[in-house]
């Protein structure tokens, strides 16, 4: 198993850009699918972005297409999303979650599917 822990939220303008971190635990990290949600005050968590085990493949929410880019260090066991041209829109609690995917390749964006969560990091985008 692996247990996420998510680093670098804060607070940034519009238009700015963050990078978040999740470290993740465990030998067998290079077998897991990972995922970021996100939880707006008020609102339901939904899926972000999504990186499988095989680093070849990669999802995103309609909302942040083409704004932010997710990547992950095997060697590191550390997944990076890079958020770009952030929005008031985008503050929210991130979160990132683990499945174990390994030998397929998995892209539902369905938060079921993933076992292990972060405690999650706050992102502050101010107009």
């Known amino acids: 198993q692996v247990q996420p822990v998510e680093s670098g939220g804060g607070q940034v303008q519009a238009g700015g850009s963050l990078r978040l971190s999740c470290a993740a635990s465990g030998r067998t990290f290079s077998r897991y699918g990972m995922g970021w949600f996100r939880q707006a005050p008020g609102k339901e968590r939904e899926f972000v972005a999504g990186i499988s085990w095989s680093v070849g493949t990669t999802y995103y929410a309609d909302t942040v297409k083409g704004r932010f880019t997710i990547s992950r260090d095997n060697a590191k066991n550390t997944v990076y999303p890079q958020m770009n041209s952030l929005k008031p829109a985008d503050t929210a609690v991130y979160y990132c979650?683990?499945?174990?995917?390994?030998?397929?390749?998995?892209?539902?964006?369905?938060?079921?599917?993933?076992?292990?969560w972060g405690q999650g990091t706050q992102v502050t985008v101010s107009s």
């Open positions: 979650a683990a499945r174990f995917e390994f030998p397929r390749t998995v892209t539902s964006q369905a938060e079921e599917g993933f076992r292990y």
